[in-house]
């Protein structure tokens, strides 16, 4: 199985630090040449100099369609861009549908769903003059297949990127271009090591059959799979990374 890298460049949003990140070094690992994009320079610099020569740091805000434009545009300086992750997301708010307001819905929309859009489309575009073909990964969650109480807003966002990829996938096929996504569930990072450690840790650990939380790594070894020709057959997928726990 040709799980090789060498010679592909590809672009990770959100890629300073937790999945992202870990999906950037797993690339860099496996031979790409990797640009990482988030909102902060500091952290996306230091990020990229951990990863080493072969990653560059970008900033961009997804949000921002002319922000997403010059970062495809950088980073096709380094050779034509012909894996995406689509990582960047926010989950800023934990609120019942209810009191979920309209500016709510916009900020998360910007981000998790528009975002994925306009970079997909800047990429695309670029491959489909160079008639080469490429893969791009939505990171999408099990909220975006199953729902949760209080983070509706945010699992429809992430439906919508699994949906979105089907999208890419059948309108794109005859390109050339393969569009899948990755549903993690539980993952330790930062931002979830207050919950983990908190009296709901043992609970939501208990609800994953395997009897752990995943790692950022379990999540990278699947997009690097995506990314490779090892999976040159596989488009419009999602490909769940829960430990077992949607089964529940």
Not at 38 to 44: F, I, N, P, S
């Amino acid at each position: 199985m040709d799980m090789d890298l060498e010679g592909k460049t590809a672009i990770v949003t959100g890629g300073s630090r937790g999945i992202g990140y870990a999906i950037a070094e797993a690339f860099v690992g496996s031979g790409a040449r990797v640009v990482i994009s988030a909102r902060g320079k500091e952290a996306l610099d230091e990020a990229a100099k951990r990863l080493g020569p072969n990653a560059i740091a970008i900033p961009c805000d997804v949000a921002d369609p002319e922000s997403v434009r010059a970062l495809v545009e950088s980073a096709s300086r380094l050779g034509l861009v012909d894996v995406l992750v689509n990582n960047a997301g926010i989950s800023p708010f934990y609120k019942r549908v209810e009191h979920t307001t309209a500016e709510d819905l916009d900020q998360l929309m910007g981000v998790n769903l528009r975002g994925a859009w306009c970079c997909s489309i800047e990429v695309a575009t670029r491959l489909f003059e160079a008639e080469r073909p490429g893969s791009i990964i939505n990171v999408s969650s099990m909220l975006g297949l199953q729902p949760d109480e209080r983070q509706g807003a945010y699992g429809v966002t992430k439906a919508g990127l699994i949906h979105m990829a089907k999208v890419f996938a059948l309108e794109w096929a005859d390109r050339g271009i393969r569009a899948n996504a990755l549903a993690p569930g539980w993952t330790e990072s930062d931002l979830t090591t207050a919950l983990f450690e908190s009296r709901h840790g043992p609970r939501l650990k208990g609800d994953v059959p395997l009897g752990r939380f995943a790692t950022p790594e379990d999540v990278a070894s699947a997009a690097v799979y995506l990314a490779s020709d090892a999976s040159s057959y596989v488009t419009g997928a999602v490909i769940t990374i829960d430990g077992g726990r949607s089964l529940r």
